[in-house]
Nanobody, 124 residues
Framework: QAHLVESGGGLVQAGGSLRLSCATS????????MGWFRQGSGLEREFVAA????????DYAGSVKGRFTISRDNAKNTVYLQMNNLKPEDTGVYYC?????????????????WGRGTQVTVSS
């Protein structure tokens, strides 16, 4: 069993920045990738970014590419999402997730473990 805890959310004005953290514990040795997803009010959950464990390859949704950066700190067992130039449409609950098996890193349903989420609100 792996445990994920997100932090770093909050209220920020448009154009501002936030850094989300996802602390992991438990059985994380067989991780293939970690991802960030978000869900706005009344909307479906959507992929934001992911990073693979073996080669640190990253992938981003088109709507955040160039503004968000996903990274990891092995020593701290933590994954980060640096979010710059935030827009009101970035508002939502942000979740981190862990995927054990290769492939389909943009598909939330194939991730094995999830955190409870952290709220990000961007005011205009």
């Amino acid at each position: 069993q792996a445990h994920l805890v997100e932090s770093g959310g909050g209220l920020v004005q448009a154009g501002g920045s936030l850094r989300l953290s996802c602390a992991t514990s438990g059985r994380t040795r067989s991780t293939y990738a970690m991802g960030w997803f978000r869900q706005g009010s009344g909307l479906e959950r959507e992929f934001v970014a992911a990073i693979t464990w073996n080669d640190n390859a990253t992938d981003y949704a088109g709507s955040v590419k160039g503004r968000f950066t996903i990274s990891r700190d092995n020593a701290k067992n933590t994954v980060y999402l640096q979010m710059n130039n935030l827009k009101p449409e970035d508002t939502g609950v942000y979740y981190c997730a862990l995927k054990r098996f290769e492939g389909m890193i943009r598909i939330g349903t194939v991730y094995n473990y999830w955190g409870r989420g952290t709220q990000v609100t961007v005011s205009s």
